[in-house]
């Protein structure tokens, strides 16, 4: 794996690893990379839907930008504005600011929101308890 490009096709593997494990090989290989919360019952309900939804593509450590970027601050942030991240041109040019309703709009169904963006194969969340719970902790982050 010394050329570039057996790099991709070793980071798909890994990612589709992490995926079929439900992100429980990368927990145990970097505790330190989850992210921190209040250990209130609020909190820990944030980060228990935060983990069983998004983790496996996001963390919330600024800068810390996996197969989707971080979520670090999105709560007032313009889409597709981070820097260092590739986002898809919809995403790009989707020309809003996240708030806490285009949050739970997106995570419901994010092609609704964002035709055309790069967020496959996550469909959403149906649920609105796990999608509050979601943005709560996503809004600990400012």
Known sequence: MSS??????????????????????????????????????????????????????????????????NLHKIVGRKAGSLPDYAFSGAMKEAGFVWDEEKLDRFIANPDEVVPGNSMKPYGGLPSSDDRKKIIAFLAQTR
């Not at 992210?35 to 069983?52: L, S």
């Open 4 to 69: 570039r490009q057996d790099k991709p096709t070793w980071y798909r593997r890994r990612l589709l690893l992490i995926m079929a494990l439900g992100g429980t090989a990368y927990m145990l290989a970097s505790p330190s990379a989850l992210p921190q919360t209040p250990q209130g019952t609020d909190g820990a309900a944030g980060q228990q839907a935060f983990n069983n939804a998004c983790r496996t593509c996001h963390m919330v450590r600024e800068g810390d930008n996996r197969l989707g970027p």
